[in-house]
């Protein structure tokens, strides 16, 4: 059973309004956890915390295998192991936004509402990361360098994350918004081929994948592979 709430996540509030029955299929719970899992924004944009109850029980409730930590385009301009946006150089301020495409600005005041690390990914992994059947994790190898993402994942180790199953950045194939950092496929599997060989020597059981087309960009899955 589960409830359903309104939550204001400016006012960090919730309010049941009312409770329901939600019994996941038999084959989402037997199968692998990654059948059925969900997009996670938490902390990028969205102000709960990773221990919030009314988080843990909606995902409970839901049946959730997987999550998507810290999410899709959020994950171009976020590093895990500080839980915060980054600038164009991996580590300064003010790197919340691709301007015009995106802007994340302004979910920044509510993450530095929360002590220092509150949405890494060493949190995530003990709060709800710990409630479900597997983390995909949404590397950043676009505001961060090559050798800046290594050293994220090199943090990530180090924190004690236990990565499994890795994404390397978000619709880099989208070249109105990201062609300036990945001109072509080739572009950006040369970034990733080095951040891919650290994967592996730091988890060496991490299933990786990279970012294909979907929509038609003309060649960007012939040239990636």
Request: charged fraction near 15%; hydrophobic fraction near 40%; glycine fraction near 8%.
């Amino acid at each position: 059973a589960g409830e359903a709430a309104v939550v204001d996540h400016d006012a960090h509030t919730y309010s049941p309004t009312s409770t329901c029955a939600v019994t996941p299929p038999p084959q989402l719970r037997e199968a692998s956890p990654l059948v059925f899992g969900m997009n996670d924004v938490l902390g990028t944009i969205v102000n709960l915390t990773y221990t919030d109850t009314a988080l843990v029980s909606a995902v409970k409730a839901l049946g959730v295998g997987a999550l998507r930590h810290p999410g899709g385009t959020v994950a171009n301009y976020w590093t895990m192991a500080n839980g915060t946006y980054v600038g164009p150089d991996g580590t300064s301020a003010s790197g919340c936004s691709n301007p015009p495409h995106w802007n994340y600005c302004k979910y920044e005041q509510r993450i530095a509402a929360h002590p220092p690390r509150t949405f890494s990914a060493e949190a995530f992994a003990r709060g709800v990361g710990s409630e479900i059947g597997a983390t995909v994790h949404d590397l950043n190898v676009f505001s961060m360098s090559t050798a800046q993402s290594i050293a994220e994942l090199e943090a990530l180790a180090q924190a004690g994350v236990v990565i499994t199953h890795l994404e390397l950045g978000n619709e880099i194939y989208i070249s109105k918004n990201y062609a300036w950092r990945y001109p072509t496929a080739q572009d950006y599997a040369a970034a990733c081929l080095p951040i891919v060989a650290a994967a592996k020597r730091i988890f060496p059981k991490v299933r990786i994948a990279v970012v294909g087309d979907c929509c038609g960009n003309a060649g960007w899955n012939g040239n990636l592979s």
